[in-house]
Nanobody
């Protein structure tokens, strides 16, 4: 069993910052791509940012220059530093990971966290 557990959500005023963390636990050989997604009320889940095991990153246009994704491979943890937050960033943020459980030959297992609420209020 593999679990992803997010932390760091909360409420903040516009212009503020939050840092999300997501730690993976269980039987893990290696984690390939890790990412953050979000779902705002009434909207579909959307990609926020991804990071490969080598550190290559991608960002949604709406967060470029404000959010930074990073990871600590030794801790199987991914982070999302969110700066200059806007009310439209309000959403439930989900962590996602592509995991090789037993060896490099294992089928890739996609895991989701339970989500953490981020609220940006005026």
């Amino acid at each position: 069993q593999v679990q992803l557990v997010e932390s760091g959500g909360g409420s903040v005023q516009p212009g503020g910052s939050l840092r999300l963390s997501c730690a993976a636990s269980g039987v893990i050989f290696r984690i390939n791509v890790m990412g953050w997604y979000r779902r705002a009320p009434g909207n579909q889940r959307e990609l926020v940012a991804t990071i490969s095991s080598g550190g290559s990153t991608t960002y949604a246009d709406s967060v470029k220059g404000r959010f930074t994704i990073s990871r600590d491979n030794a801790k199987n943890t991914v982070y999302l530093q969110m700066n200059s937050l806007k009310p439209e960033d309000t959403a439930v943020y989900f962590c996602n990971a592509d995991i090789l459980r037993y060896s490099q030959y294992s089928p890739e297992y996609n895991a989701w966290g339970q989500g953490t609420q981020v609220t940006v209020f005026a």
